[in-house]
């Protein structure tokens, strides 16, 4: 019970195998977390450390259809009532990330990169260098996925990926978040 409502708690592994979700069966609202946002889901971070995980959230997106919620208030991102456009979305990317756990992996190299800018908002480029080669995640993603990709040629493609979609600034000097 929560404010005098009554809230159903469902194991939603995958982003984190001990994530969960809330659902107010009364209004039929679900609090997703990152489970499930309109247009995916949170780092899959069991994958990310080469574990096979992406199943988890292929089961988690089951339970959330089962519920069948009206609306979703997910951990990132404003409400929304298009639940079954959002699993659909959930899905594909599910699918494209369980073919090319590469990409996932560099989706989540450019997560740590952008709560990284958040942060700081502003850092010389060689400081935030020094921050992501001490960071052992990136070092742990890098050894699972990067094989054949120098950790350099690794960043660069990272940080280019985020500039292009125009939430960080990085050149030579500094690198900035936009957002």
Do not use: C
Not at 11 to 19: C, K, L, N, T, V
Not at 35 to 47: D, I, K, Q
Not at 54 to 69: C, H, K, N, R, S
Not at 90 to 117: N, Q, T
């Amino acid at each position: 019970a929560l404010a005098g409502e009554v809230f159903e708690i469902h194991a939603a592994p995958g982003h984190d195998p001990h994530s969960v979700v809330l659902f107010h069966p009364a209004s039929r609202t679900l609090l997703s977390a990152d489970a499930l946002w309109e247009h995916g889901f949170g780092v899959v971070f069991p994958a990310l450390e080469g574990e096979h995980a992406f199943a988890e959230v292929g089961d988690t997106l089951d339970v959330i259809e089962q519920l069948d919620p009206l609306h979703i208030i997910p951990g990132h991102g404003a409400p929304f009532s298009d639940v079954a456009g959002a699993l659909a979305r959930a899905r594909s990317k599910l699918a494209y990330f369980e073919a090319a756990p590469e990409k996932h992996a560099m989706h989540g190299i450019k997560v740590l990169i952008k709560y990284h800018a958040l942060d700081v908002q502003r850092e010389p480029r060689t400081q935030f260098e020094r921050w992501l080669h001490g960071a052992s995640y990136f070092r742990a993603i890098h050894v699972v996925y990067g094989a054949g990709t120098s950790v350099e040629a690794w960043l660069d493609q990272a940080l280019q990926s985020l500039v292009k979609s125009g939430v960080i600034a990085a050149d030579a000097h500094e690198v900035r978040n936009l957002d």
